[in-house]
């Protein structure tokens, strides 16, 4: 055992950190500390800098544009821009379909996909859940009838994240009502200009539009355009949620502890800072305890090669750990979670906030944060994988 | 020893429950929080004609005498309804302070007018350096000739953009976190030297932020003894926190019946939801944090009238710790046993759940009122 970095390691810390100096403009790094709203453009400004580094994909296949990091590598990488406030990468590409693609896919479909996606002219979104499928995912009833060279699609996606901005959705159908509900479901990836597709976003109670409801209504398909076999798709999607719940948080989590420290320095009570009120220091203490515990159950996972069981885990510990640390950043800001401004949050907004600065977006994050331990399989069916996978229960 | 209602109050439940079924569809409430001023004055109206504006006022000045299971009864159904109207800031606090501290001459000239939905009022006691000690008063008040000149800020004042009068703590004297020195005025809200910042609050009530910058008040605009203002709101802060845990037990209660209810309609796996024991056992915990709050609710209202102000004290910080832990667990666990659902705006469970989590920060959250309790 030995639990420091190798000094290579360290030096490929220190030159990512480099890059992203060099890199990231001041404004935009300040959008991402301050937790404003980001635009499709500051992401894909972030993306396309990383890509021209060669750095956009690390996981992928060398050959494809991957780059050969040992597993800590790609751990210090994930974890340095967040540390450096860089806008996070929009996973539903780069991190979801394209591993998909170049498993399962054929050779045409990568040499279609893969270079869009690297350099981010295609932004992907992801159609998995339905109105009536959560998490009995395998319910699902949007269907993609064969005609012809087209499969015919009809049926409603939902919480579809960012589908407004999407070129491409990767989308579960149901190809066949015979057997297992598992068994008739087919991975299909669909141009999102096609006729008969609606996107209408829903709004969510901290206010911000980031899903949508995505309505399918007799959108003509290619059939090049399915992965792999036809009722095949389960296998496929299961790959891809291992993926979706093996996201490093450590360099997240700190990032909210950074910010709350900074909140309980400014506030004050009984004339004093609030980080030096007992009760309060207890509660940062204790949130730093469970965040060191959970980095180091991060590390111990490192280098395992599939992500298996610990992403159940390691989803419904640090996911509750995101809730607890915008939690006690709302209560940190006490009465100035109240004012409601929803243009605070945009960058460029003038009017001089009402109250601190940090204060702003507690309550909206607090809020917008109910959903990790929903998302990605809710924390109940991660405790159902853990039950049956690990415990054999 | 009994737990249940009179007649009358019977009667009032039944009468503000018809409101909230008539008047606070979702839809509705969604578009009076839209409106410039955020509720509905017709709504006030009404109130006003039902009674309910003088439903605490006593009657010799035009008011109904009610006592605080009255506003218990009133208050919960509110909650139900999520109901945006000023009554807090107005009748509980503000009437709370005109006969708590008012001269005669207040009492007579606007209790009348406030049970009557002539007068609204508000009450700016936070700063921004006071998190949520009533005595970290800033704000500073200075003797000239008769009256006073008012300077300082006070912070997240609800409802102060409608109020006609606003009761304004500000220091005549002492440090700034005594609890000696410390006055209570009612000052005009169109008074020369006061500006106002409004704003709408992520619960869908407003507030504002108020600059005093040389307000000028007359000694009739003191309220109860000068210097002694700290007792006074003691007092009504007390009175408006037993009421919030009406209100809060209101919220908690539409929250975990629509939860149970939808858990008993949602099919996954070919099974409703409610089929889970998981969620069983979830929603029992949910319904028992619903059971205790109310009982935590009934003591406080019951104990409101203590003479002993310590036990009064306590029983208020007790009940504001549970519906802080009541309603922040039944508030997180409606929104994640809803699933996706409950993240929309579109559904009024987050509605509820973000009244309750901002009820945890008004008058001191659960850490300030075990603090407080410990210090008792």
Redo the contacts between chains.
Sequence with gaps: MDMHYRPEDLAFQAEVRQFIQANLPADLADKVRRGLHLDKEDFVFWQKKLNEQGWFAPHWPVALGGVEWNPTQHYLFQNEQVEGCCPPVIPFGVRMVAPVIFTYGSEEQKQRFLPDILDSTAWWCQGYSEPGSGSDLASLQTKAVRDGDDYIVNGTKTWTTLAQYADWIFCLVRTSTEGKPQEGISFLLIDMNSPGIDVTPIITIDGSHEVNSVFFTDVRVPAENLIGQENQGWTYAKFLLLFERSNSLTGSLKQQLHRLRGVARQELTGGAPLCADPAFAARLADYEVQLRSYEFLELRTLGNSRPGAEASYLKIIGTDLQQLASELTLQAVAYYGNPHISDALVHGYNEPSVGPDYAAPAAPQYFNYRKTAIYAGSNEIQRNILSKAVLGM | MDFSLSEEQQLLKDSVQRFVREEYELESRRKLVATDIGYSEDNWAKMAELGWLALPLPEEYGGIGGGAVDTMVLMEEFGRGLVVEPYMSSVIIGGGFLMAGGSEKHKTELLPKLGAGELKLAFGY?E??S???LN?VECKAEKSGDGYILNGHK??VFHAATADKIIVSARTSGG??DADGITLFLVDNNCNGLSR?D?????G?R?S?LELDGVAVGADAVLGAVGGGAALMEEVVGQAIAAICAESVGCMDVLQETTNEYLKTR???GVPLSK?Q??QHRMVDMFMECEQARSMCYMVTLKIGDEDPVERAKAVSAAKVQIGNSGRYVG?QS??LH??M?????LHV??Y??RL??ID?MFG?K?HH??RYADL
């Design positions: 936070a921004r350096q998190r949520f000690d970290d912070g997240v700034s976190r910042r704003y709408p609050t992520v619960d009530l507030a932020e099919v996954q796996f889970f998981v969620l997180q929104v994640q699933g996706g409950g993240m929309t705006d579109e987050g509605h759940f973000k989590t901002m920060t959250n850490d075990l603090k």
